[in-house]
Nanobody
């Protein structure tokens, strides 16, 4: 599975950005996709995920501000980020995963920088 992320950039506090992640390759058995982020000196953290059935999960810090969605025809996942805050500044990574028996296999895209200025 190859993941191509795009859409990062610089935005003022309160602004919006939309990230996109296009999947290609062996995508037929992907169980879910999502976004993680990592800022300097911190561990990578989950932002939002969406399963193949459409179920979503969000980190508490982004609930009500971010929305994850998918276009199955395009094999693409989106992260709409509204009301951005300086603390949302991070490198955002696209993730896809497969669960085979009891093992989870993760695939990562390249990161895309999101910078929110105050």
């Amino acid at each position: 599975v190859q993941l191509q992320a795009s859409g990062g950039g610089l935005v003022q506090s309160g602004g919006s950005l939309r990230l996109s992640c296009a999947a290609s390759g062996s995508i037929f058995s992907i169980n879910g996709m999502g976004w993680y982020r990592q800022s300097p000196g911190k561990q990578r953290e989950l932002v939002a995920t969406i399963t193949s059935a459409g179920g979503t999960h969000y980190a508490d810090s982004v609930k009500g501000r971010f929305t994850i969605s998918r276009d199955n025809a395009k094999n693409t996942v989106y992260l709409q980020m509204n009301s951005l805050r300086p603390e949302d500044t991070a490198v955002y990574f696209c993730n896809a995963f497969k669960v085979i028996t009891t093992t989870r296999f993760n695939f990562w895209g390249q990161g895309t920088q999101v910078t929110v200025s105050s």
